[in-house]
């Protein structure tokens, strides 16, 4: 790599990645804001005035053409826009529920929501990442940050235990992460994804090469949470800090996600690997779906639930086609969504006092009718989450299946559909808890029966921007999706069958 005119071009490689700076120098700020004025007040808003200012950038950024930055370690512009937009959204949506959250469990420190900023940098350079190396450097600052978040609540055995997990679980997959990059960097003598590709087809060292693309996807798919490496996400996701699992389980999957359809769309030929990507998705609805039935806690429930929707994404990224990247990022999109939404009616149902882990559906019996505005935005969360229109989880499904039927994998859609039928179970079941069950039926409700719940301003703003874009991408999906379909060239980029 010339190194010879780093300086010259610093200022085009700022204003390119403009976001992702901004991003990190107002993280380190809050770092030293909050070292002379503790907990102050003012600490997370300014974090999300910057994702907000970010979010704005990366719009106008939407329609630019694909490029890069920093010698070519980081993609700009059109795709990079969007994965950038859904994890700033995820970031700020979590910190808007995080604030009157935390404060109610007494744990609002400041330099929660520097990490958080911390934890959306890695997200956003492993969402654009065009480098092996900025792959992993993007990973572990997110997994860094998402290890401490996960244990905030130190005092809670609950969320040390899955604090604890996450970091041995994670390390562990990491390993594999590294290995798998040390043998493809062998086989290829390139990280560069671009250049992978005529690596292989030099037809040289291909057993190297193959083995350290199975290497990497073990830690792409323990990060979104597919089986069979989900084993960590029911434990950590219950306890964690609610508002902070909805951060988890939104963008974490949205960088992820991203990074591994640049991998397969840049550097490896479909036809290799679409089969097994489709097993795994299979594994993955099934085993997510069928374990989240038997669950009476709704954080754990929504775990399984989470682990599920990996597998619809990766129905799309099976097929191996441009519409179903295309349909991969829109269904990103519209699952953080729904489920920052849903765990943020969850977190101000609290009443257990160990941020949920220990409270049952059950108990929330008749909330509904007591508090409308968690009991209605809830009904839009869970209908979303099945997939019923009009709403956006609907499209979002449409979007990733019809480009698996186009492929000939029909057989794989059809479970993808049994298991989304399997899903209204357990769905619909917190919606008749909520709004049919009388709370003198249920004897564990007797223990909330007067508890207030009050529900901030912030937040409900949150829950009622989250419903009305569920609603607007149930109706107009077709602007979102010919915007990822126009990153991808090549046939069955079109999606005409929307409207």
Known sequence: ??????????????????????????????????????????????????????????????????????????????????????VLIGALLSIILSVPYLREIRHAHGEVYAIILFATVGMMLLGTANNLVAVFVGLETMSISLYILTGLVREDEGATESALKYFLLGAFSTGFFLYGIALLYGATGTMDLARMSEGLAAGENLVMFWAGVGLLLVGFLFKVSA????????????????????????????????????????????????MVLAVIAVLTMVVGN?????????????AYSSIAHAGYVLVGLAAGTPAGYAGALFYLLVYSIMNIGAFGVMALLEWDGKEGQTQTLNSLAGIGPRKPLLGATMVVFMFALVGFPPLGGFWGKVAVFAPAVEAGLTWLVIVGVLASAVSAYYYLRVLYVFWMRSPEDEPEAAAVQDRVFAVPVTSAAVLIVCVVLLLYFGVRPGGILETTASFFAGPGASMALLP
Do not use: C
Request: net charge neutral; charged share 10%; aromatic share 12%.
């Open 1 to 86: 790599m010339d190194l010879t005119n780093i300086y010259a071009s610093l200022p085009a490689d700022l204003v390119a990645t403009f976001s992702m700076v901004l991003v990190a120098l107002v993280a380190l700020a809050l770092v030293v804001w909050d070292a002379f004025r503790n907990n102050a007040p003012g600490i997370p808003w300014a974090g999300v005035v910057a994702l907000g200012v970010a979010i704005v950038w990366e719009l106008f950024a939407l329609g630019d053409a694909p490029g890069t930055a920093w010698y070519g370690m980081v993609r700009t512009g059109g795709f990079a826009a969007f994965v950038n937009i859904v």
């Open 227 to 274: 089986a069979p490496f989900h084993m960590w996400t029911p434990d950590v996701y219950q306890g964690a800090p609610t508002t902070l699992t909805a951060y988890m389980s939104t963008a974490t999957k949205a960088a992820t996600f991203a990074s591994l359809i640049l991998v397969l769309y840049a550097a490896l030929p479909p036809e290799r690997w679409t």
């Open 290 to 302: 069928v374990l989240a039935i038997a669950q009476q806690n709704v954080k754990r429930m929504l």
